[in-house]
């Protein structure tokens, strides 16, 4: 098993610019998750799912968009790009309690 | 609102020695905590875990401590090696959707 997958691993963005990280996972896990993580700091919640079709908001979604069409892929979309989404970025899946992590997205935006 | 922090943003200890590394959590409703360990570029892995309902749970060199009256968690480390050096998390999850809440984390160096 690879486990949970990220592409790509650094990026660089200009303000306004779109861009969609991927998330790929091969446990067969229903939910999955996206975090940032800033300098110093904790993971923050952004979006996550319980299964394929179904994803909710969490902590900080502004800015972000997600998609679950399969069990396997979960992309988070960042449509116009601000300097504050300046972020490593990590997808996570699990069945119930353990989340597994992806090894992240480093995105820097200018 | 409610989220789970730890009390020391750096820890240095000396190689072989045992490490102490603290977290307060605030959410009482929480049934389930989990330690994870960052190391630099890396996405966090799972140390260990512990329902609500435990007060004690042992791993290999590691154990975690929790105390419900006080709403504080521990992870004790035996024998610290250089490869424990990285970042420790804290979090917390609910039974009702499964999201965890992660604190600022812990750096812990050990010393050679």
């Known amino acids: 098993n690879a486990g949970v997958t990220q592409t790509p691993k650094f990026r660089i963005l200009k303000i306004g610019q779109s861009m969609t990280l991927q998330c790929t996972q091969d446990m067969n896990h229903n939910y999955m998750y996206w975090y940032r993580q800033d300098p110093g700091m904790g993971l923050k919640l952004i979006y996550y799912s319980v299964g394929a079709g179904i994803t909710d908001k969490g902590e900080v979604p502004n800015g972000y968009n997600v998609s679950r069409s399969t069990t396997e892929d979960f992309p988070l979309r960042l449509e116009l790009a601000a300097p504050s989404q300046t972020s490593v970025y990590f997808c996570?899946?699990?069945?119930?309690?353990?989340?597994?992590f992806g090894p992240g997205t480093r995105l820097t935006v200018t | 609102g409610e989220s789970v922090g730890l009390h020391l943003p750096t820890l240095s200890v000396q190689e072989g020695d045992n490490s102490i590394i603290n977290c307060a959590y605030s959410?009482?409703?929480?049934?389930?905590f989990i330690w994870y360990k960052q190391e630099s570029g890396k996405g966090p892995q799972f140390i260990i875990d512990?329902?609500?309902?435990?007060d004690k749970r042992q791993g290999q060199r590691v154990t975690v401590l929790l105390n419900k009256t006080v709403k504080h968690l521990s992870l004790q480390i035996a024998a610290t090696q250089p490869g424990d050096s990285a970042v420790y998390f804290c979090a917390e999850i609910s039974s009702n959707d499964y999201k965890l809440s992660f604190g600022a984390g812990t750096t812990v160096t050990v010393r050679a």
């Open positions: 996570a899946s699990s069945i119930l309690y353990e989340q597994y």
């Open positions: 512990i329902r609500s309902n435990m």
């Open positions: 959410n009482s409703a929480s049934d389930y």
